[in-house]
C-alpha cells in the first residue's frame, strides 16, 4: 500500500487554466504539507495543515488554495494558471506537528503550463 | 531566517570512491537537521536526522555528525554505489513555532559511474 499518493502523477494544461491536484495519506498523520521543487530541484515549503487546520502558510500567490476536507486528504487548487507555475508539487505528511518528526513524501506531481 | 547551504553539484564519482556532500546551516536556537535523499522519479525518503549537537545520524552506510561549533552537518559514505545516484537534500527543523516546517539546502545531484 502506498502511504502518501498523489493524483495526477503528470498534468500538462494552458495558461489561465484552473486544475487540482489531489494527495491522500494512510499513515495516520496527523500534519500534511505541499512542497514545490523548482527545476533546479530546489524545494520550498507552500502549506500544512494539522488536523484539517491551516498552520503554515508561506508566501504564495493566493491563485493557490488549499483545501483539506479530512486529516488524510489535503488538495490543491490553483487558479489562473501561469508559466511559472510549471514545477513538481510534493505533498508530505508527517505524525504530528511541532517536532524533528520524518516527513513522508508521495512520489510528485508534474504540473507543465504551456 | 534559517537557512542551509550545500555544496554545488553535480558530484560524479566511480564506484567504491568516497563520497563528502558539504552542508552548513543558520538558524536562531537548536535546530534538527536531516538528509533526505530522492532517487529518480521518486519523492524524497528521510536518509537520517540529527536533532541535537555532536549526535551522528547514520544509516545504508551514510553518515552525517551535528557540529554545532562549525555549523555544519555533513555527508560521508565510504563506498558508494551505482544505487547511491540520486539527489541528496539537507534540511533543517528549527522548531519554536515552525510547525514542521522544513528548509531545505538546494540538493546535490550524485551520480556513481560503474
Known amino acids: 500500500d502506498t502511504a502518501v499518493s498523489q493524483t495526477p502523477k503528470y498534468l500538462v494544461t494552458q495558461m489561465g487554466n484552473d486544475k487540482s491536484i489531489k494527495c491522500e495519506q494512510n499513515?495516520?498523520?496527523?500534519?500534511m504539507y505541499w512542497y514545490k521543487q523548482d527545476s533546479k530541484k530546489f524545494l520550498k515549503i507552500m502549506f500544512s495543515y494539522n488536523n484539517k487546520e491551516l498552520i503554515i502558510n508561506e508566501t504564495v500567490p493566493n491563485r493557490f488554495s488549499p483545501k483539506s476536507p479530512d486529516k488524510a486528504h489535503l488538495n490543491l487548487h490553483i487558479n489562473s494558471l501561469e508559466l511559472g507555475d510549471s514545477a513538481v508539487y510534493f505533498c508530505a505528511s508527517s505524525p504530528q506537528v511541532g517536532g524533528p518528526y520524518e516527513q513522508y513524501f508521495g512520489p510528485g506531481t508534474r504540473l507543465t503550463v504551456t | 531566517g534559517d537557512s542551509v547551504t550545500q555544496m554545488e553539484g553535480p558530484v560524479t564519482l566511480s564506484e567504491e570512491a568516497f563520497l563528502t556532500i558539504n552542508c552548513t546551516y543558520t538558524a536562531t536556537g537548536y535546530p534538527s537537521l536531516f538528509w533526505y535523499v530522492q532517487y529518480p522519479g521518486e519523492g524524497l525518503q528521510l536518509l537520517l536526522k540529527a536533532t541535537k549537537a555532536d549526535d551522528k545520524g547514520s544509516n545504508k552506510g551514510f553518515e552525517a555528525t551535528y557540529r554545532k561549533e562549525t555549523t555544519s552537518f555533513h555527508l560521508e559514505k565510504g563506498s558508494v554505489q551505482v544505487s547511491d545516484s540520486a539527489v541528496y537534500f539537507c534540511?533543517?527543523?528549527?522548531?519554536?513555532?515552525?510547525?514542521?516546517?522544513?528548509?531545505f539546502g538546494q540538493g546535490t545531484i550524485l551520480t556513481v559511474h560503474p
Open positions: 499513515l495516520g498523520h496527523d500534519t
Open positions: 534540511a533543517l527543523y528549527a522548531g519554536g513555532t515552525s510547525y514542521g516546517k522544513l528548509t
